[in-house]
Nanobody, 120 residues
């Protein structure tokens, strides 16, 4: 599976962004897809993941603000981010693998990152 992330940018606090993760490869629909992020000077952390059947999982820090979804026909996963906060500033990476692997930050596949910057 090859992953291409896009949609990052600069937004004011309280604003919204939508990230996209386009995947290629026959195994897309059988993999969970997720997002992890890494802020400067901090460890990479889990953000959200969605199973092959569409079941989402979120980190507590984004629950209620972020929504993950997938379109298997388009081989794409989306992360809608609302009510953004300065602490959401990070490089966001999409990843593919089992749900547990994504949750534990050890997915089998990584995409390149996309920068999200939230100004106060």
């Amino acid at each position: 599976v090859q992953l291409q992330a896009s949609g990052g940018g600069l937004v004011q606090a309280g604003g919204s962004l939508r990230l996209s993760c386009a995947a290629s490869g026959r195994t897309f629909s059988s993999n969970a897809i997720g997002w992890l992020r890494q802020a400067p000077g901090k460890e990479r952390e889990f953000v959200a993941a969605i199973s092959w059947s569409g079941a989402p999982t979120y980190a507590d820090s984004v629950k209620g603000r972020f929504t993950i979804s997938r379109d298997n026909a388009k081989n794409t996963v989306y992360l809608r981010m609302n009510s953004l906060k300065p602490e959401d500033t990070a490089v966001y990476y999409c990843a593919a693998g089992t749900p547990i692997a994504i949750l534990t930050k050890t997915p089998g596949y990584w995409g390149q990152g996309t920068q999200v910057t939230v100004s106060s």
